[in-house]
């Protein structure tokens, strides 16, 4: 590795500076002129090659490692009016996972199958276990839950520590460690899903007793976005937070990058799911056609994580996924739905279950693999949501 560095500053030590834009247009002849609006040269690099002087190759090229991953996350959560100790290990420790995993990805060419099914039904990939892996593996490490259940490890597993700590909580975790595996051989975003119960169990839980919950976004770049509801915030006046972190320099340091996610009333973009259902649940195929017919902008990749998490770039739009006789819910309440509805109610948005106006963080998780329809989003258009769905 010193020897590649040693070539490239070399390399770029001989060559010439490049051509300020003024010498370009007169010197490339050939490019034809444009005559539209664009800045000059739009489009066009000089080729040179030259690093970003805002984004250093250092320690990629030199694996070296400023500051540790958990070190930065714990010092963001703490700026975050999180204090206890046991807390904030928990939520490192899925940062730790979510490194892994997109390593993991990144290296990914084996498209095979295990030969075996989640609770679902769908084949299991060899990634999917692996991602699996992964997750138990940092939970196991950080030492401060009791119990996980996955999609693709449906039970109550223990996970406690061996030597239980003297001091602080332990904690109980359900989740998908990769959401969005059938669109992942198109190379499409996917993610992971976490929610975060305090105690032993996660049988008769609601979505609203999480703590937190946690999606991650592994796509060009790897975020979590972090849902802190205010009862896990210390300090006076303190309100739920929706924020989000970017994995930079090499994966060795978390970096806020959005401080706060929030999700505005009303915002004209949609994310139907399960249109299938559509052919026969009149009311979501009205809904549907009302959202073409009034200019909604389609934002659809077949993938929860990516399609909710583009709400959360944008400050708004909807979400739905709704059955119907012929096209059965799939979301699970303890491994997708509740986690990303304490996101979403977090950032000022609303969410209802498919059929009942109630809030999907109301229903207890009577069923590790209990589902339901959702909707989720801005206000408004959750409540447009609620017109069509609920009328008699």
Known sequence: MAIMAIKRTSYHSKRPAPQPPHILTTTMSTVPQSTSQDPPHHGINDGSGEACGSHSYA????????VSRDESLTEILISKGVKEANFISAIVSLGEATAHIAVILQNYVDHSYAGTQNSSGDDQLHLD???DNAVFGAIREAGVFAIAASEETPEEVDVSPKTAKEDGPLYSLGFDPLDGSSIIDANFSVGS???IWPGKGLLGRTGREQVASVVSLYGPRTTLIIALPSKSRDGDAQSDITFEVTLVKDRSHWEVSRPEVILKPAKKVFAPGNLRATNDNAKYDALVKHWISDRYTLRYSGGMVPDVYHMFAKSGGVFSNVSSEKAKAKLRLL?????????VECAGGV??????????????????????????????????YKDFMFSK
């Open 129 to 131: 276990i692996d991602c």
């Open 193 to 195: 899903i976490f929610g």
């Open 335 to 343: 491994y997708e739905v509740a986690a990303m509805g304490l996101l």
């Open 351 to 384: 969410t209802t279950h498919e059929f009942e106006d109630k809030s999907v963080l109301d229903f207890a998780v009577d069923d590790l693999d209990r589902r339901m329809g959702v909707c989720f989003g801005s206000k408004d258009e959750v409540q447009k």
């Open 59 to 66: 320690l990629v090229d030199e694996e070296g490692k400023v």
